[in-house]
């Protein structure tokens, strides 16, 4: 036998009531509960059964308005009670009470009486003394009295129905919500077609097991089951999966809220507003009783005691709404003037309890400009908190802070913020914005401490006479010592070299010397100083192993997008130039990530060119070429300033690599503007240019473009081959054009230059150099270039130069070295497509690849495949070009072995000699099973 749940007990508890009182016994009941939890459905349930069983009838419920003396005695006795005298008056009208005492004696000798009252606690005095004294009047009578209330907060109550709740002869029930048990058996016997009994702890879950909101729940559910589309489709029908909470369930709310006291009212709609159930950033204090307390001017235990019954009611689980459907319509309640006060006094309360700022402040955002300075220091706090992970937020704050400020100097601030912030997810209306603020500089409204942004960011937009008009106007107030205008000279001397005399006279030189002692220690400068005098330093051969560390240092303390441009982009520039591209691009591929998370489209634009970058000079040009398309398609189409003159540059030497020059021709299409090659991306810009042109068969032209670039190189003091190789070009040019020595000369002076400085430019000058010598030395060239190329990172030239050397040795007639380098060559390009996104096309190896007879065997891991686990690395050994006794001494095994080994492999891959084994055999061949 299944045991009965609360509300069946009450059920029988009921019930035998009526039946005792059937016996000769005046009886009564107090159903107690919170609003809409079932009392009065028990208590009809109780008159039906009472009227089945023959008794009669009494009922009546008061009205809520101003209690009339025995009104609900006369509702209750109907038209007998007009044949008695009237109550009333200023004292108990005895003689009236006992008319009616009389009367109900009349009716309880014809059979039982049920005196059934709903909402007693809104009963007059009267009435309910005179309920009172029946026990005493007509304690054999088979009378029987059911009422329901509600308990108070305060727990207060009429004296008149605290007598007759505590009288010994009441039975008291109280009701709670349905039990999971309950609201399965309730959607059991609810309509049909009902919902699955399986999914009743859904129900559960988001009504507390309140039937009248199970009940509304119901309806929705049938509504929505009713308005599918009947097609058939096969499975269960729409809503079978679980509860959806529509209009009816949302009014049933409401009316929950209608029934509550003002207090439990405040509380709820609070907590709706406050959003405490949802939402990243939500103050967990907003639901603490002590807060609550606060808000509303009560105590803690009161506070405690309203979230108990809400949750009681259904509607709360602790201090979170059980659902989102019954905050919305909590929410809905509160109109606008109601939310605007709530909202800011909680606000007020959360900022001087110390709750986060972030959470704090996402009230105020609902609020609106409040002129008060608590605000301003709020939002500015939360904006600054924001930034690790929600610039969009931090945005808003600033705005609503700039609203709130009534400080000329600091709304000015804040715009000069804004501005930068607004620049990182739009950078296309960067330029408008800083113009603006160059305007409140020249003007007063802004002070000297905001002009190094300012400037900085009109410096990357080419707008070089702004700029230098806002860093004279700062100078020329005092400020021209300041590390942030010095910075902004250093910026200019790495990035915009042309601008340099023209600030000169106001702001004084800086050196990149670390150890000028006119200078603070690096450590002790701002990052943005430390990171342009490092990259300063590479690009006047100045440069190390300590500058290369101190570059490392400072991204290592670097966030987006707290960091500013100024220091993270110099420093990755920094790597690249220093010949540790791999480094850069691991700098590169974090910030990426974060700008990507972030929604950072400015720090997208400005890292994705340097990323590429270091890709390229890596030897990957498939994979350079795809990260500077995604970079260019984040910036306005053809505006060339620093960071798209960069990346277009680098986009069209990686398509020149491979030899797209019809895509890479496509990149310069357009007119660059002229500021453009007053920069330092114009270099590569020209570089590029010139690639492309040797490629497409134009050397004057390119020669034109490779001899500009020297020469600005060399008159803004950056003359380095690390920066861009343009000797090397320029030597390429004049080779085609038939002049060896001076291709020759200026080979030496780049080899001279890169010697120390640059692996990577060294191996590629070198490359070239064996290009103009005799066969006979060549090789020893190419072995040195390879070396540097190695040490520089820059595996697309080593499989050229690994390529040349195969030549090299073909034509000294060395087919074992030569064949050892081609093979060398084709796993370094097989490398460089398992690297790249696209399909590799033809490179330059295909001359010394095409006259490779054809295999018999099959190739790659299928060849291996055929091979014991001994076997495979002579295989793969053999066919790099050792000989037997190279593979004795590599394996640690006799020359005999190594014969025998190499029969059984020439019988099971079906050819004849070494020469014939596939060139493609994985230099790291996989175990085998």
Same mark, same amino acid.
């Given at each position: 036998?299944?045991?009965?749940?609360?509300?069946?007990?009450?059920?029988e508890q009921l019930e035998r009531l009526l039946r005792e009182a059937a016996q000769g016994r005046c009886v009564f009941a107090a159903i107690s509960g919170?609003?809409?939890?079932?009392?009065?459905?028990?208590?009809?349930?109780?008159?039906?059964?009472?009227?089945?069983?023959?008794?009669?009838?009494?009922?009546?419920?008061?009205?809520?308005?101003?209690?009339?003396?025995?009104?609900?005695?006369?509702?209750?006795?109907?038209?007998?009670?007009?044949?008695?005298?009237?109550?009333?008056?200023?004292?108990?009208?005895?003689?009236? =009470?006992?008319?009616?005492?009389?009367?109900?004696?009349?009716?309880?000798?014809?059979?039982?009486?049920?005196?059934?009252?709903?909402?007693?606690?809104?009963?007059?005095?009267?009435?309910?003394?005179?309920?009172?004294?029946? #026990?005493?009047?007509?304690?054999?009578?088979?009378?029987?009295?059911?009422?329901?209330?509600?308990?108070?907060?305060?727990?207060?109550?009429?004296?008149?129905?605290?007598?007759?709740?505590?009288?010994?002869?009441?039975?008291?029930?109280?009701?709670?919500?349905?039990?999971?048990?309950?609201?399965?058996?309730?959607?059991?016997?609810?309509?049909?077609?009902?919902?699955?009994?399986?999914?009743?702890? =859904?129900? *559960?879950?988001?009504?507390?097991?309140?039937?009248?909101?199970?009940?509304?729940?119901?309806?929705?559910?049938?509504?929505?089951?009713?308005?599918?589309?009947?097609?058939?489709?096969?499975?269960?029908?729409?809503? %079978?999966?679980?509860?959806?909470?529509?209009?009816?369930?949302?009014?049933?709310?409401? /009316?929950?809220?209608?029934?509550?006291?003002?207090?439990?009212?405040?509380?709820?709609?609070?907590?709706?507003?406050?959003?405490?159930?949802?939402?990243?950033?939500?103050?967990?204090?907003?639901?603490?009783?002590?807060?609550?307390?606060?808000?509303?001017?009560?105590?803690?235990?009161?506070?405690?005691?309203?979230?108990?019954?809400?949750?009681?009611?259904?509607?709360?689980?602790?201090?979170?709404?059980? *659902?989102?459907?019954?905050?919305?319509?909590?929410?809905?309640?509160?109109?606008?003037?109601?939310?605007?006060?709530?909202?800011?006094?909680? $606000?007020?309360?959360?900022?001087?309890?110390?709750?986060?700022?972030?959470?704090?402040?996402?009230?105020?955002?609902?609020?609106?400009?409040?002129?008060?300075?608590?605000?301003?220091?709020?939002l500015t706090e939360a904006a600054a908190h924001a930034l690790d992970g929600d610039v969009p937020f931090a945005i808003e704050c600033l705005e609503l =802070?700039?609203?709130?400020?009534?400080?000329?100097?600091?709304?000015? =601030?804040?715009?000069?913020?804004?501005?930068?912030?607004?620049?990182?997810?739009?950078?296309?209306?960067?330029?408008?914005?800083?113009?603006?603020?160059?305007?409140?500089?020249?003007?007063?409204?802004?002070?000297?401490?905001?002009?190094?942004?300012?400037?900085?960011?009109?410096?990357?937009?080419?707008?070089?006479?702004?700029?230098?008009?806002?860093?004279?106007?700062?100078?020329?107030?005092?400020?021209?010592?300041?590390?942030?205008?010095?910075?902004?000279?250093?910026?200019?001397?790495?990035?915009?070299?042309?601008?340099?005399?023209?600030?000169?006279?106001?702001?004084?030189?800086?050196?990149?010397?670390?150890?000028?002692?006119?200078?603070?220690?690096?450590?002790?400068?701002?990052?943005?100083?430390?990171?342009?005098?490092?990259?300063? !330093?590479?690009?006047?051969?100045?440069?190390?192993?300590?500058?290369?560390?101190?570059?490392?240092?400072?991204?290592?303390?670097?966030?987006?997008?707290?960091?500013?441009?100024? /220091?993270?982009?110099?420093?990755?520039?920094?790597?690249?130039?220093?010949? %540790?591209?791999?480094?850069?691009?691991?700098?590169?591929?974090?910030?990426?990530?974060?700008?990507?998370?972030?929604?950072?489209?400015?720090?997208?634009?400005?890292?994705?060119?340097? !990323?590429? &970058?270091?890709?390229?000079?890596?030897?990957?040009?498939?994979?350079?070429?795809?990260?500077?398309?995604?970079?260019?398609?984040?910036?306005?189409?053809?505006?060339?300033?620093?960071?798209?003159?960069?990346?277009?540059?680098?986009?069209?030497?990686?398509?020149?690599?491979?030899?797209?020059?019809?895509? $890479?021709?496509?990149?310069?299409?357009?007119?660059?503007?002229?500021?453009?090659?007053?920069?330092?991306?114009?270099?590569?810009?020209?570089?590029?240019?010139?690639?492309?042109?040797?490629?497409?068969?134009?050397?004057?032209?390119?020669? !034109?473009?490779?001899?500009?670039? #020297?020469?600005?190189?060399?008159?803004?003091?950056?003359?380095?081959?690390?920066?861009?190789?343009?000797?090397?070009?320029?030597?390429?040019?004049?080779?085609? &054009?038939?002049?060896?020595?001076?291709?020759?000369?200026?080979?030496?002076?780049?080899?001279?230059?890169?010697?120390?400085?640059?692996?990577?430019?060294?191996?590629?000058?070198?490359?070239?150099?064996?290009? /103009?010598?005799?066969?006979?030395?060549?090789?020893?060239?190419?072995?040195?270039?390879?070396?540097?190329?190695?040490?520089?990172?820059?595996?697309?030239?080593?499989?050229?130069?690994? #390529?040349?050397?195969?030549?090299?040795?073909?034509?000294?007639?060395?087919?074992?070295?030569?064949?050892?380098?081609?093979?060398?060559?084709?796993?370094?390009?097989?490398?460089?497509?398992?690297?790249?996104?696209?399909?590799?096309?033809?490179?330059?190896?295909?001359?010394?690849?095409?006259?490779?007879?054809?295999?018999?065997?099959?190739?790659?891991?299928?060849?291996?495949?055929?091979?014991?686990?001994?076997?495979?690395?002579?295989?793969?050994?053999?066919?790099?070009?050792?000989?037997?006794?190279?593979?004795?001494?590599?394996?640690?095994?006799?020359?005999?072995?190594?014969?025998?080994?190499?029969?059984?492999?020439?019988?099971?891959?079906?050819?004849?000699?070494?020469?014939?084994?596939?060139?493609?055999?994985?230099?790291?061949?996989?175990?085998?099973?």
């Amino acid at each position: 036998m299944k045991p009965l749940s609360g509300r069946e007990q009450a059920v029988e508890q009921l019930e035998r009531l009526l039946r005792e009182a059937a016996q000769g016994r005046c009886v009564f009941a107090a159903i107690s509960g919170a609003a809409t939890i079932g009392k009065s459905e028990l208590l009809r349930h109780l008159e039906e059964f009472a009227a089945e069983s023959g008794v009669t009838v009494l009922r009546a419920r008061p009205s809520g308005k101003e209690p009339v003396p025995y009104g609900i005695v006369d509702d209750l006795l109907g038209p007998e009670s007009a044949l008695l005298p009237p109550g009333g008056g200023a004292g108990p009208d005895f003689a009236a =009470a006992r008319e009616r005492h009389r009367s109900l004696d009349r009716l309880a000798e014809r059979g039982p009486v049920l005196i059934s009252l709903d909402d007693a606690h809104l009963g007059d005095a009267e009435s309910l003394r005179w309920l009172r004294r029946l #026990g005493d009047r007509l304690a054999a009578s088979p009378v029987a009295v059911a009422f329901t209330w509600e308990p108070r907060l305060d727990r207060r109550m009429p004296s008149a129905l605290r007598e007759i709740v505590y009288q010994p002869n009441t039975r008291r029930i109280h009701l709670e919500g349905l039990t999971r048990e309950g609201v399965a058996r309730m959607l059991a016997a609810g309509p049909e077609p009902a919902p699955s009994r399986r999914h009743a702890a =859904a129900w *559960h879950a988001i009504t507390g097991g309140n039937p009248f909101l199970v009940r509304a729940l119901q309806r929705d559910h049938a509504d929505l089951r009713a308005s599918a589309p009947r097609d058939g489709t096969p499975g269960e029908p729409p809503g %079978e999966d679980g509860p959806v909470a529509g209009n009816g369930f949302r009014h049933a709310v409401l /009316v929950c809220l209608h029934r509550l006291e003002p207090l439990e009212v405040d509380v709820c709609r609070s907590l709706a507003l406050l959003d405490v159930a949802s939402g990243p950033g939500t103050p967990p204090e907003a639901g603490d009783p002590t807060m609550l307390a606060r808000l509303f001017d009560v105590s803690e235990k009161a506070v405690g005691e309203v979230i108990a019954k809400l949750t009681s009611l259904g509607l709360l689980d602790g201090a979170r709404f059980r *659902h989102r459907a019954v905050r919305d319509a909590v929410a809905e309640s509160v109109t606008a003037d109601e939310e605007t006060e709530l909202r800011y006094r909680a $606000a007020r309360l959360l900022y001087e309890a110390g709750t986060p700022a972030v959470a704090t402040a996402r009230q105020l955002l609902k609020v609106g400009p409040q002129r008060q300075g608590w605000a301003v220091r709020l939002l500015t706090e939360a904006a600054a908190h924001a930034l690790d992970g929600d610039v969009p937020f931090a945005i808003e704050c600033l705005e609503l =802070a700039r609203e709130c400020c009534t400080d000329a100097a600091e709304a000015g =601030a804040l715009r000069a913020r804004l501005a930068g912030l607004n620049s990182m997810l739009d950078p296309a209306h960067s330029a408008s914005r800083f113009l603006a603020l160059k305007e409140e500089v020249l003007a007063g409204a802004l002070g000297p401490r905001h002009v190094p942004p300012i400037a900085r960011a009109l410096l990357w937009n080419l707008r070089f006479d702004e700029a230098a008009e806002v860093v004279g106007h700062a100078a020329a107030a005092g400020a021209a010592a300041e590390p942030g205008l010095r910075g902004v000279r250093l910026t200019a001397a790495v990035s915009f070299p042309d601008l340099l005399a023209r600030l000169g006279a106001a702001v004084p030189p800086d050196v990149p010397d670390p150890d000028d002692p006119r200078l603070p220690d690096a450590a002790d400068l701002p990052p943005e100083l430390r990171a342009a005098r490092g990259l300063r !330093a590479v690009l006047a051969r100045a440069g190390d192993e300590h500058t290369v560390a101190r570059m490392e240092q400072i991204l290592q303390n670097e966030s987006l997008p707290r960091s500013s441009f100024c /220091v993270v982009e110099p420093a990755i520039l920094g790597l690249v130039y220093s010949d %540790e591209s791999a480094s850069a691009s691991g700098w590169c591929e974090r910030f990426l990530a974060d700008a990507e998370r972030l929604g950072l489209t400015a720090w997208r634009a400005v890292l994705g060119g340097p !990323a590429a &970058l270091a890709s390229l000079r890596r030897g990957m040009p498939l994979r350079a070429a795809e990260e500077a398309r995604a970079t260019l398609a984040l910036l306005p189409e053809r505006e060339l300033g620093p960071c798209a003159g960069l990346t277009l540059a680098t986009l069209a030497e990686a398509y020149t690599a491979l030899g797209e020059t019809a895509k $890479a021709a496509e990149c310069f299409a357009g007119p660059a503007p002229s500021a453009l090659f007053q920069t330092r991306a114009g270099l590569h810009y020209l570089f590029a240019r010139g690639r492309h042109l040797l490629a497409a068969g134009r050397p004057h032209a390119a020669l !034109a473009d490779f001899t500009t670039c #020297g020469e600005l190189m060399e008159r803004w003091d950056m003359d380095t081959p690390a920066l861009v190789p343009w000797r090397t070009g320029a030597a390429e040019a004049w080779l085609l &054009l038939g002049d060896a020595d001076r291709a020759r000369g200026l080979l030496k002076d780049e080899l001279s230059l890169a010697e120390g400085l640059s692996p990577r430019a060294h191996g590629i000058a070198l490359r070239r150099l064996a290009a /103009v010598h005799d066969p006979r030395e060549r090789p020893v060239l190419l072995e040195r270039s390879l070396r540097s190329l190695q040490a520089g990172g820059d595996r697309y030239e080593m499989a050229g130069a690994f #390529g040349e050397l195969a030549d090299a040795y073909r034509a000294l007639g060395d087919g074992t070295k030569a064949r050892v380098a081609g093979r060398r060559a084709r796993q370094i390009a097989d490398h460089r497509r398992r690297d790249a996104p696209f399909p590799a096309p033809r490179t330059d190896l295909a001359p010394w690849t095409r006259d490779a007879r054809p295999r018999r065997a099959e190739r790659g891991q299928d060849a291996l495949a055929k091979l014991s686990r001994s076997e495979r690395p002579v295989a793969v050994l053999a066919a790099q070009g050792l000989t037997n006794r190279e593979i004795a001494g590599r394996l640690f095994v006799t020359m005999s072995t190594v014969e025998q080994h190499l029969t059984r492999i020439y019988r099971k891959l079906g050819i004849r000699s070494r020469d014939q084994l596939p060139v493609d055999l994985p230099a790291h061949p996989a175990p085998a099973a």
